[in-house]
């Protein structure tokens, strides 16, 4: 399977997200975004988006379960980062957020290109 225009969109949301974040670490403020929380709440609903946006969404195979066990699994990272988002635990808690994020997007578009498939069924 080839890679759609909607993997291309979801890219570039994705970009969305690491922008602000790796301008965050390196200078350690961003101008749009005040602090982690903001940073995470943004981080969540664009994360929101890329899944829905890349779409391809299936339960039938077990990569699809993967898919979305690391989504549900970002989705409860990222509500529990918006909320402690301001406590010493905030950038620890943003890093693996993102992190899961890339995860989550990797491996579905990983899934798009085909890479990810079962080897095809050979009867002896």
């Known amino acids: 399977m080839r890679l759609s225009l909607r993997d291309a969109v979801a890219a570039l949301m994705m970009?969305?997200?690491?922008?602000?974040?790796?301008?965050l670490l390196v200078r350690g403020r961003e101008p749009y975004v005040g602090n982690v929380a903001t940073m995470a709440a943004l981080s969540l609903v664009v994360a929101g988006g890329v899944f829905v946006v890349a779409g391809g969404i299936t339960v039938r195979t077990?990569?699809?379960?993967?898919?979305?066990?690391?989504?549900?699994?970002?989705?409860?990272?990222?509500?529990?980062?918006?909320?402690?988002?301001?406590?010493?635990?905030?950038?620890?808690?943003?890093?693996?957020?993102?992190?899961?994020?890339?995860?989550?997007?990797?491996?579905?578009?990983l899934d798009h290109a085909g890479y990810l498939q079962p080897p095809p069924h050979r009867p002896s």
């Open 15 to 23: 970009g969305v997200i690491l922008t602000p974040y790796a301008t």
């Open 62 to 109: 077990l990569i699809g379960r993967v898919e979305v066990g690391f989504a549900v699994a970002a989705l409860a990272l990222g509500v529990v980062t918006v909320l402690l988002g301001d406590t010493p635990l905030g950038q620890l808690l943003l890093g693996a957020f993102i992190t899961l994020v890339l995860l989550t997007w990797g491996t579905q578009l």
